[in-house]
Nanobody, 124 residues
Framework: QVQLVESGGGLVQDGGSLRLSCAAS????????MAWFRQAPGKEREFVTV????????IYADSVKGRFTISRDNAKNTVNLQMNSLKPEDTAVYYC?????????????????WGQGTQGTVSS
């Protein structure tokens, strides 16, 4: 079992920045692919970004490419999401997720473990 806890959400103005963190505990010795998803009110959960075990490969949704950066520190069992140039449409609950393998990396069903989510709100 792996437990994931997100932190760092909050309220920022249009154009501002937020940095989210995800702390993993439990069976963290396994090599998990880590991802961030988000869910806005009334919408389905959507893929944001994913990073492989070593951190050498990342993929971003087109909507956040160039603005968001995912990184991980395996020594600290943490994954971070730096979000810059935020827009009101980025407002959502952001979820951290872990998968043993992620052939279909942008599908929520791929992931084995989820955090409880952290709210990020961007005001216009």
């Amino acid at each position: 079992q792996v437990q994931l806890v997100e932190s760092g959400g909050g309220l920022v103005q249009d154009g501002g920045s937020l940095r989210l963190s995800c702390a993993a505990s439990g069976r963290t010795s396994s090599r998990y692919v880590m991802a961030w998803f988000r869910q806005a009110p009334g919408k389905e959960r959507e893929f944001v970004t994913v990073i492989n075990w070593s951190g050498s490969s990342t993929i971003y949704a087109d909507s956040v490419k160039g603005r968001f950066t995912i990184s991980r520190d395996n020594a600290k069992n943490t994954v971070n999401l730096q979000m810059n140039s935020l827009k009101p449409e980025d407002t959502a609950v952001y979820y951290c997720a872990a998968a043993r393998s992620a052939v279909t990396y942008d599908s929520a069903g791929t992931y084995d473990y989820w955090g409880q989510g952290t709210q990020g709100t961007v005001s216009s």
